[in-house]
């Protein structure tokens, strides 16, 4: 590790000897996506960058006009129909398509990723664990006190488009009981691991990180 990099947060809960840096998504991005901010003095949650939201919100108007270009407000009954050709075919399907992917895009960026000192609860949803009441531990929801440290961790991953290869960095946590849950992950090194040492902080845990730079 590079000793001029300043640390990240850490107490004497070190990562064991035996812990788990295996990568938890297979999935990966080039550039950052959420970071970390404070909503209240209890809690903080994981929201998307502005860049992220501008995209959006400039993609799916422009998607659902590609769409509209290609029918007819004149046809019969008053109701718009394709004109079916097959440029117009193309590019309602090129259109529909992208709709589709960037209102999913939108609804799975949007999604809240929360830590709540006051309830005791970590989750990730639009609903908190006390209005589901889920189990002790899921896929997206955990009390704080069964976390035991933030894992920071990193991959070396090339990119199915232009084959370049860039470094992935994943924020986990890790539990008591050994089991990890995943957080988020991204391309933005700097941004993440700040994120990591103010969240570990912030839930007075430590943070156990393995990072290739």
Known sequence: MDASRPPLHSNDDAAPADADWTPLTRH??????RRLRQVSTTRQAFRPIWGIVVAWVVTIPASALLVLGYLDPDSALGLAVARVTPPALIGMIIGSSTLVFCVLALWAGMRPIVFDTASGWFWQGWLSPESTK???T???AVRLSRVRAVQVLSKFVQD???GRHY???ELNLVLHDGRRLHVLGHAGMAALRGDANELAA???KPVWEQVNF
């Open 134 to 136: 889920p189990g002790l």
């Open 202 to 204: 912030f839930i007075g």
């Open 167 to 169: 470094h992935f960095y």
């Open 160 to 162: 199915k488009y232009d």
């Open 28 to 33: 990966s991005v080039n550039f950052t996506t």
């Open 138 to 140: 899921s896929t997206s």
